[in-house]
């Protein structure tokens, strides 16, 4: 099986028939008539919702009546490879989709998907990684979701995205500038696509990065992107200390000052 092809399918097809998004049962029978996926007679678009639930697909994402469907990621494909690139998909390690969606609250912006959540197809998987946790402890979400079900975040108004989308790393500080030139302009495309209220970037690291500039200042931030205003909070790594202080405060106390603003 080629999730690559898969998905490159899926994304050139909603291109050719002029959609912004596809049930999965459609996706299925594409797949199944172009020989890349099997499809079940008895369960039809099983082979593809077991590939949904792994968060494989670009695009995807599940209404609360548990259907799935997949949206158009982005248009003008020039070639396959490039395409493939374009729209989110592996090279060098596992990319997680893009959960994101117009009125959202608030979009966490981490600067790339760390290894333990590429091997686990899912945001901040890490064994000690306190975002979820402190997601509804905050006050952010009134259910306690985990890595496994991290696409519901949407029904809270919450958006999840990365800086680089097209790898992954264990230890993002040894990156350097250059390697963001191209993925920052993308994630300002998606700011100005989408319009979230606030844009939370997790970790000092990831908001230097974006700005190109050193800052130790914690919560929210004068700059905007675009419409949407900027708040920062100490990442939830589990390398990080939940009793550091930053600025007076726990980061506990700095995700319920971004929840206190969200409500």
């Not at 028939?17 to 369960?43: C, F, H, P, Y």
């Not at 992107?225 to 980061?251: A, C, D």
Request: charged content about 25%.
């Amino acid at each position: 099986m080629d999730i690559n092809k898969i998905n490159f399918l899926i994304q050139r097809q909603l291109q050719i028939n002029g959609w912004q998004e596809t049930t999965a049962i459609e996706a299925a029978k594409w797949l199944d008539s172009a020989g890349l996926l099997k499809d079940s007679e008895v369960r039809p678009g099983y082979p593809l919702r077991n590939l949904l639930r792994k968060g494989l697909i670009i695009g995807q994402y599940q209404k609360s009546n548990r259907r799935w469907f997949i949206k158009l990621a982005k248009q003008g494909f020039d070639s396959q490879e490039v395409a493939l690139r374009r729209i989110g998909t592996v090279t060098n390690g596992y990319v997680l989709p893009d959960y994101l969606d117009f009125r959202l609250k608030v979009v966490f912006v981490g600067t790339i998907v760390g290894n333990k959540s590429a091997a686990k197809k899912h945001y901040y998987s890490g064994k000690n990684n306190k975002f979820w946790s402190l997601l509804k402890e905050a006050g952010i979400i009134d259910k306690k979701l985990s890595p496994e079900n991290d696409y519901m975040v949407l029904d809270f108004g919450v958006g999840l995205t990365d800086i680089v989308k097209d790898d992954c790393t264990s230890n993002d500080v040894n990156l350097k500038q250059s390697d963001f030139s191209i993925p920052i302009q993308e994630l300002n495309e998606k700011i100005k696509k989408y319009k979230p209220i606030f844009v939370c970037f997790n970790g000092m690291n990831a908001y230097e990065i974006y700005s190109g500039k050193k800052s130790k200042v914690f919560g929210l931030q004068q700059n905007r992107i675009y419409e949407s205003r900027v708040f920062i909070v100490p990442s939830t790594s589990g390398r990080v200390s939940s009793s550091k202080i930053y600025r007076g405060r726990t980061r506990m106390e700095w995700f319920k000052e971004l929840g206190r603003l969200l409500n």
